[in-house]
T-cell receptor, first 114, second 111 residues
């Protein structure tokens, strides 16, 4: 069964810490995405990547950075965690130009910043 | 105007009834449309995709697409309590590989 795996299901971090969220997919997908989801706000795109070492800002990139050194791995970095970054973080992947395929999501990481 | 509009609900239907979930979108160039189901605390799961005008059926689910009206819907026949979830509509942007998600409709199926 193909999968998108997020390294942590629940994470608690302190304000000011540098936080790494890891995502690995085994589907050979070119596209990878990071979203956060908050009640009433829906899914908001943070960053996405169409290829190795390539990244593009989404709708809410402030306070975040990403890294894609290998095709299968896309990391989200919170440079200095703040309480307003407490959220559910979802990673997704898809085929490049795949019009009839949707995204496959990971199981999510619920991050709490205290 | 939001890019993707869905009624937030909750939409409450009795067990065995048909649930009708609606979605309108603003990008006329969208070619593919996806419906995701998301249980509380879980990640979205793809349940249906459609890219031609008309109906597409898969088990108890039917997706309907009308590109001229920029409207897509999901019908769930014989609704079950296990269908209680939030349903996200997501057109694919024409000139990128990104899906544009609505905020979802919460469906409640009561016994």
């Amino acid at each position: 069964d193909v999968k998108v795996t997020q390294s942590s299901r629940y994470l608690v971090k302190r304000t000011g810490e540098k936080v790494f969220l890891e995502c690995v997919q085994d589907m050979d997908h070119e596209n990878m995405f990071w979203y956060r989801q908050d009640p009433g706000l829906g899914l908001r795109l943070i960053y996405f990547s169409y290829d190795v070492k390539m990244k593009e800002k989404g709708d809410i990139p402030e306070g975040y950075s990403v890294s894609r050194e290998k095709k299968e791995r896309f990391s989200l970095i919170l440079e200095s965690a703040s309480t307003n970054q407490t959220s559910m973080y979802l990673c997704a992947s898809s085929l490049l130009g795949g019009r009839i395929e949707g995204y496959t999501f990971g199981s999510g990481t619920r991050l709490t910043v205290v | 105007q939001k890019e993707v509009e869905q009624n937030s609900g909750p939409l409450s239907v009795p067990e065995g009834a048909i649930a009708s979930l609606n979605c309108t979108y603003s990008d006329r160039g969208s070619q593919s449309f996806f419906w995701y189901r998301q249980y509380s605390g879980k990640s979205p799961e793809l349940i249906m995709s459609i890219y031609s005008n008309g109906d597409k059926e898969d088990g108890r689910f039917t997706a309907q697409l009308n590109k001229a009206s920029q409207y897509v819907s999901l019908l769930i026949r014989d609704s079950q309590p296990s269908d209680s979830a939030t349903y996200l509509c997501a057109p694919r942007s024409y000139n990128t590989d990104k899906l544009i998600f609505g905020t979802g409709t919460r469906l409640q199926v009561f016994p």
